[in-house]
């Protein structure tokens, strides 16, 4: 349901667009993420955008190089990397961002957040 | 920014063994931004457990979750041989999104 492209090899310095395609569910009622793994290393977070796309949010790491963005009519988001470094090499996987609620009789009514949907991810590689 | 520290790092049980994986987060969060997910080597994470302690479709029940404030913690209550991966917590948070760095449960 999730399907990313645009990986690769690039040098420190360059540049690359990854794209994740969506299909069987309502692509544009979801806030959607880009979250990366390095070779044997744990998840990191790295960008989120909302449904409308007023919303954006980047890691710290990432913050000024990348651009996350998303086509509600093609179904499909994207992740603009520039200024690559070599800490950037990891698999880069998107993800669905799912949102519900209940009501709590001690706080009121309460959200929950969950990514559950994820693509099978697509390699960056950053190495001269 | 709220960081989540997992223990242990790595978890060495046999198969019919309870599982007890801890996630504890710098200052307290919301039940409802805390999730669990199950990662296999080669595979895209999955996810086990959202609001704390709601199971995921699909998730066996052999699978809970529980905490608050600080604390929280993913049980397993009968290992059987496919529980055995790497396990992250994950906080929603307002502009950020955080991984704790994950427990391997491996085969002892």
């Known amino acids: 349901q999730l399907v990313e492209s645009g990986g690769g090899l690039v040098k420190p310095g360059g540049s690359l667009r990854l794209s994740c395609a969506a299909a069987g569910f309502d692509f544009g009622h979801y806030t959607m993420n880009w979250v990366r793994q390095a070779p044997g290393q744990g998840l990191e977070w790295v960008s989120s955008?909302?449904?409308?796309?007023?919303?954006?949010h980047y890691a710290d790491s990432v913050r000024g190089r990348f651009t996350i963005s998303r086509d509600n009519v093609r179904n499909s988001l994207f992740l603009q990397m520039n200024s690559l470094r070599v800490e950037d090499t990891a698999v880069y996987f998107c993800a669905r961002e799912s949102v519900g609620g209940h009501y709590d009789d001690d706080s009121g009514y309460e959200y929950y957040y969950y990514m559950d949907v994820w693509g099978k991810g697509t390699t960056v590689t950053v190495s001269s | 920014e709220v960081v989540l520290t997992q223990s242990p790092g790595t978890l060495s049980l046999s198969p019919g063994e309870r599982a007890t994986l801890s996630c504890r987060a710098s200052?307290?969060?919301?039940?409802?931004?805390l999730a669990w997910y199950q990662q296999k080597a080669g595979q895209a994470p999955r996810l086990l457990m959202y609001d704390t302690s709601a199971r995921a479709t699909d998730i066996p029940d052999r699978f809970s979750g529980s905490g608050s404030g600080t604390d929280f913690t993913l049980t397993i209550s009968r290992l059987e041989p496919e529980d055995f991966a790497v396990y992250y917590c994950?906080?929603?948070?307002?502009?950020?999104?955080?991984f704790g760095q994950g427990t391997k449960l491996e085969i002892k």
């Open positions: 200052q307290s969060v919301s039940s409802g931004h």
């Open positions: 955008v909302s449904s409308n796309s007023i919303s954006l």
């Open positions: 994950q906080l929603f948070g307002s502009s950020s999104h955080t």
